[in-house]
Protein backbone atom coordinates (compact mmCIF):
# COMPACT_ATOMS: atom_id res chain seq x y z
CA UNK A 1 0.00 0.00 0.00
CA UNK A 2 1.03 3.40 -0.55
CA UNK A 3 0.51 5.40 2.81
CA UNK A 4 -0.89 9.06 2.08
CA UNK A 5 -2.75 10.70 5.02
CA UNK A 6 -5.94 11.94 4.02
CA UNK A 7 -7.83 14.92 4.40
CA UNK A 8 -11.85 14.09 5.78
CA UNK A 9 -14.77 16.09 3.96
CA UNK A 10 -15.97 18.46 6.63
CA UNK A 11 -18.75 17.03 8.76
CA UNK A 12 -22.75 18.35 8.15
CA UNK A 13 -23.91 20.40 10.84
CA UNK A 14 -25.49 19.04 13.89
CA UNK A 15 -28.89 19.31 13.78
CA UNK A 16 -29.80 17.54 16.61
CA UNK A 17 -30.91 14.35 14.55
CA UNK A 18 -29.50 11.09 14.56
CA UNK A 19 -28.46 10.97 10.81
CA UNK A 20 -27.33 7.63 9.33
CA UNK A 21 -25.67 9.76 6.41
CA UNK A 22 -21.62 10.86 6.92
CA UNK A 23 -19.70 12.59 4.06
CA UNK A 24 -16.67 11.74 6.36
CA UNK A 25 -15.00 7.96 5.91
CA UNK A 26 -13.62 7.48 9.20
CA UNK A 27 -12.32 3.43 8.25
CA UNK A 28 -8.63 3.00 7.29
CA UNK A 29 -6.63 0.37 5.10
CA UNK A 30 -4.48 -1.93 7.00
CA UNK A 31 -1.23 -1.64 5.32
CA UNK A 32 -0.69 -3.87 1.99
CA UNK A 33 2.53 -5.41 1.66
CA UNK A 34 3.46 -5.85 -2.28
CA UNK A 35 3.59 -9.80 -2.49
CA UNK A 36 6.61 -10.54 -4.95
CA UNK A 37 5.26 -11.16 -8.76
CA UNK A 38 2.91 -8.30 -7.93
CA UNK A 39 3.07 -4.47 -9.16
CA UNK A 40 0.66 -1.57 -8.71
CA UNK A 41 -0.84 0.50 -11.10
CA UNK A 42 0.48 -1.85 -13.70
CA UNK A 43 -1.41 -3.90 -17.14
CA UNK A 44 -0.49 -7.30 -14.94
CA UNK A 45 -0.61 -10.68 -16.75
CA UNK A 46 -1.82 -13.32 -14.93
CA UNK A 47 -4.58 -15.82 -14.05
CA UNK A 48 -6.80 -14.12 -11.29
CA UNK A 49 -7.21 -16.77 -8.91
CA UNK A 50 -3.82 -17.11 -8.70
CA UNK A 51 -3.50 -13.41 -8.24
CA UNK A 52 -5.85 -13.29 -5.21
CA UNK A 53 -4.02 -16.24 -3.81
CA UNK A 54 -1.09 -14.15 -3.51
CA UNK A 55 -2.79 -11.20 -1.40
CA UNK A 56 -2.90 -10.41 2.08
CA UNK A 57 -6.18 -11.22 3.95
CA UNK A 58 -8.47 -8.20 5.05
CA UNK A 59 -6.42 -5.66 3.82
CA UNK A 60 -8.56 -4.43 0.88
CA UNK A 61 -11.14 -1.58 0.85
CA UNK A 62 -12.49 -2.03 -2.35
CA UNK A 63 -12.62 -4.66 -5.02
CA UNK A 64 -14.36 -5.00 -8.82
CA UNK A 65 -15.15 -8.00 -10.46
CA UNK A 66 -16.61 -8.60 -13.55
CA UNK A 67 -16.93 -11.83 -14.77
CA UNK A 68 -16.75 -13.05 -18.68
CA UNK A 69 -19.84 -15.80 -18.43
CA UNK A 70 -22.02 -16.79 -20.90
CA UNK A 71 -25.08 -16.38 -19.03
CA UNK A 72 -28.22 -15.14 -21.46
CA UNK A 73 -26.06 -15.73 -24.64
CA UNK A 74 -26.78 -19.74 -23.72
CA UNK A 75 -30.07 -19.68 -23.28
CA UNK A 76 -31.13 -17.25 -26.32
CA UNK A 77 -28.57 -18.77 -28.66
CA UNK A 78 -28.63 -16.03 -31.50
CA UNK A 79 -26.83 -18.16 -34.16
CA UNK A 80 -24.03 -15.20 -34.41
CA UNK A 81 -22.23 -16.06 -31.79
CA UNK A 82 -18.56 -15.46 -32.67
CA UNK A 83 -19.42 -13.82 -35.68
CA UNK A 84 -18.51 -9.75 -36.29
CA UNK A 85 -18.31 -7.91 -33.36
CA UNK A 86 -19.36 -11.03 -30.91
CA UNK A 87 -16.27 -12.39 -31.85
CA UNK A 88 -13.56 -11.12 -29.17
CA UNK A 89 -15.65 -11.75 -27.00
CA UNK A 90 -16.67 -15.06 -27.62
CA UNK A 91 -13.35 -16.09 -28.20
CA UNK A 92 -12.41 -14.93 -23.97
CA UNK A 93 -11.71 -17.82 -21.19
CA UNK A 94 -15.60 -18.43 -19.58
CA UNK A 95 -15.34 -17.97 -15.69
CA UNK A 96 -19.08 -19.45 -15.23
CA UNK A 97 -17.95 -22.26 -12.99
CA UNK A 98 -15.44 -20.40 -11.00
CA UNK A 99 -17.35 -17.26 -10.47
CA UNK A 100 -18.31 -18.66 -6.74
CA UNK A 101 -14.52 -19.03 -6.10
CA UNK A 102 -13.62 -15.66 -7.54
CA UNK A 103 -15.84 -14.29 -4.66
CA UNK A 104 -14.57 -16.47 -2.05
CA UNK A 105 -11.27 -15.00 -3.06
CA UNK A 106 -12.11 -11.46 -3.04
CA UNK A 107 -14.26 -11.94 0.42
CA UNK A 108 -11.01 -13.06 2.10
CA UNK A 109 -9.15 -10.43 0.77
CA UNK A 110 -11.54 -7.24 1.77
CA UNK A 111 -10.99 -5.86 5.07
CA UNK A 112 -13.99 -5.55 7.31
CA UNK A 113 -17.30 -3.36 6.03
CA UNK A 114 -15.20 -3.51 2.29
CA UNK A 115 -17.08 -3.37 -1.05
CA UNK A 116 -17.04 -6.10 -3.76
CA UNK A 117 -18.74 -4.14 -7.09
CA UNK A 118 -20.07 -6.92 -9.54
CA UNK A 119 -20.87 -6.90 -12.89
CA UNK A 120 -23.82 -8.89 -13.80
CA UNK A 121 -26.67 -9.07 -16.82
CA UNK A 122 -30.64 -9.10 -16.18
CA UNK A 123 -30.29 -12.71 -16.56
CA UNK A 124 -28.52 -13.82 -13.40
CA UNK A 125 -30.37 -10.64 -11.95
CA UNK A 126 -33.44 -12.05 -12.19
CA UNK A 127 -32.54 -15.83 -11.66
CA UNK A 128 -30.56 -14.79 -9.01
CA UNK A 129 -26.55 -14.77 -7.55
CA UNK A 130 -27.31 -15.53 -4.39
CA UNK A 131 -25.41 -18.88 -4.63
CA UNK A 132 -22.45 -17.44 -5.78
CA UNK A 133 -22.47 -15.65 -2.03
CA UNK A 134 -22.56 -19.12 -0.16
CA UNK A 135 -19.78 -19.06 2.38
CA UNK A 136 -18.77 -15.70 2.60
CA UNK A 137 -19.22 -12.58 4.75
CA UNK A 138 -20.98 -10.93 1.62
CA UNK A 139 -24.28 -9.38 1.37
CA UNK A 140 -25.89 -7.72 -1.38
CA UNK A 141 -27.11 -4.05 -0.07
CA UNK A 142 -27.62 -1.54 -3.35
CA UNK A 143 -27.31 -1.77 -7.28
CA UNK A 144 -26.99 0.60 -9.79
CA UNK A 145 -28.06 0.36 -13.26
CA UNK A 146 -25.86 1.36 -16.18
CA UNK A 147 -27.47 2.59 -19.26
CA UNK A 148 -24.78 1.93 -21.87
CA UNK A 149 -26.27 4.64 -24.94
CA UNK A 150 -26.50 2.26 -27.11
CA UNK A 151 -28.83 -1.19 -28.13
CA UNK A 152 -27.52 -4.59 -27.72
CA UNK A 153 -29.27 -7.98 -28.37
CA UNK A 154 -32.68 -9.66 -27.81
CA UNK A 155 -35.39 -11.56 -28.39
CA UNK A 156 -37.77 -9.06 -27.65
CA UNK A 157 -36.37 -6.30 -25.32
CA UNK A 158 -33.45 -4.90 -26.61
CA UNK A 159 -30.45 -4.79 -24.33
CA UNK A 160 -29.36 -1.29 -23.26
CA UNK A 161 -28.52 -1.59 -19.55
CA UNK A 162 -25.92 -3.65 -17.35
CA UNK A 163 -26.26 -4.16 -13.47
CA UNK A 164 -23.40 -3.38 -10.74
CA UNK A 165 -24.56 -5.13 -7.84
CA UNK A 166 -23.10 -3.80 -4.56
CA UNK A 167 -21.58 -6.01 -2.17
CA UNK A 168 -20.60 -5.28 1.90
CA UNK A 169 -18.74 -7.68 3.96
CA UNK A 170 -19.49 -7.65 7.24
CA UNK A 171 -20.27 -5.58 9.33
CA UNK A 172 -22.83 -3.78 7.28
CA UNK A 173 -22.75 -0.27 7.63
CA UNK A 174 -22.70 3.28 5.53
CA UNK A 175 -22.31 5.93 8.20
CA UNK A 176 -18.75 6.77 7.96
CA UNK A 177 -17.77 3.91 5.56
CA UNK A 178 -19.41 5.03 2.32
CA UNK A 179 -18.64 9.37 1.75
CA UNK A 180 -20.01 10.34 -0.99
CA UNK A 181 -24.20 10.70 -1.64
CA UNK A 182 -24.61 12.08 -4.72
CA UNK A 183 -24.14 8.47 -6.98
CA UNK A 184 -27.83 7.81 -8.72
CA UNK A 185 -28.82 4.11 -8.75
CA UNK A 186 -29.62 5.22 -12.78
CA UNK A 187 -26.50 5.81 -14.35
CA UNK A 188 -25.99 7.09 -18.10
CA UNK A 189 -22.75 6.57 -19.62
CA UNK A 190 -21.59 5.90 -23.01
CA UNK A 191 -18.19 4.06 -23.34
CA UNK A 192 -16.39 5.31 -26.55
CA UNK A 193 -15.13 2.80 -29.25
CA UNK A 194 -15.62 -0.92 -29.64
CA UNK A 195 -13.97 -2.65 -26.75
CA UNK A 196 -14.09 -5.77 -25.40
CA UNK A 197 -16.56 -5.88 -22.36
CA UNK A 198 -16.28 -2.05 -21.30
CA UNK A 199 -17.30 -0.83 -18.31
CA UNK A 200 -17.95 2.97 -17.25
CA UNK A 201 -15.02 4.92 -15.88
CA UNK A 202 -17.08 7.72 -14.92
CA UNK A 203 -19.28 5.41 -12.80
CA UNK A 204 -16.04 2.96 -11.43
CA UNK A 205 -14.59 6.02 -10.28
CA UNK A 206 -17.35 7.86 -8.44
CA UNK A 207 -17.78 4.30 -7.01
CA UNK A 208 -14.21 4.03 -5.65
CA UNK A 209 -14.17 7.81 -4.16
CA UNK A 210 -17.10 6.95 -1.78
CA UNK A 211 -16.06 3.89 -0.28
CA UNK A 212 -11.92 4.48 -0.03
CA UNK A 213 -9.48 6.68 0.70
CA UNK A 214 -6.99 9.08 -1.28
CA UNK A 215 -3.76 6.08 -1.77
CA UNK A 216 -6.00 3.10 -1.06
CA UNK A 217 -5.81 0.20 -3.26
CA UNK A 218 -8.60 -1.21 -5.45
CA UNK A 219 -8.03 -4.67 -6.50
CA UNK A 220 -9.36 -6.44 -9.98
CA UNK A 221 -8.80 -10.03 -10.61
CA UNK A 222 -10.75 -9.94 -14.05
CA UNK A 223 -9.32 -6.39 -15.27
CA UNK A 224 -10.39 -6.81 -19.05
CA UNK A 225 -9.86 -3.26 -20.72
CA UNK A 226 -8.67 -2.25 -17.22
CA UNK A 227 -11.27 0.13 -16.71
CA UNK A 228 -11.08 0.06 -12.84
CA UNK A 229 -7.15 0.95 -13.12
CA UNK A 230 -8.20 4.33 -15.24
CA UNK A 231 -10.69 5.32 -12.34
CA UNK A 232 -8.19 4.93 -9.47
CA UNK A 233 -5.66 7.18 -11.76
CA UNK A 234 -8.50 9.60 -12.20
CA UNK A 235 -9.42 9.56 -7.95
CA UNK A 236 -5.98 9.15 -7.00
CA UNK A 237 -6.07 5.54 -5.65
CA UNK A 238 -3.87 2.56 -6.00
CA UNK A 239 -4.76 0.34 -8.54
CA UNK A 240 -4.02 -3.53 -7.87
CA UNK A 241 -5.09 -6.07 -10.37
CA UNK A 242 -4.59 -8.22 -13.92
CA UNK A 243 -6.20 -10.08 -16.81
CA UNK A 244 -5.34 -13.38 -18.51
CA UNK A 245 -5.10 -11.54 -21.12
CA UNK A 246 -2.68 -8.99 -19.36
Given at each position: ??????T????????????????V???D???L??????????????????????????????????????????H????NEG?????????L?????????????????????G???L????????TG??H????????????????????????????????L????K?????K??WK???I???W???????????????????????????G??????A??????M??????G??F??C????
Amino acid sequence: MVEQATTAQEAPPDTGRVSVFSSVRQMDQPPLALPPGLAFDSRLRMEGLHFLSLLPSGAAPVAFLDPQYRGVLDHLAYGNEGERRGAARASLPQMTDEIPVFIAGIDRCLMPSGHLFLWTDKYHLCTGIGHWLEGTALEIVDMVTWHKQRIGMGYRTRRASEYLIVLQKAPRKAKGVWKVHTIPDMWSEKVPGRRVHPKPVGLQSALIEAVSNPGDVVIDPAAGSFSVMEACRQKGRTFLGCDING
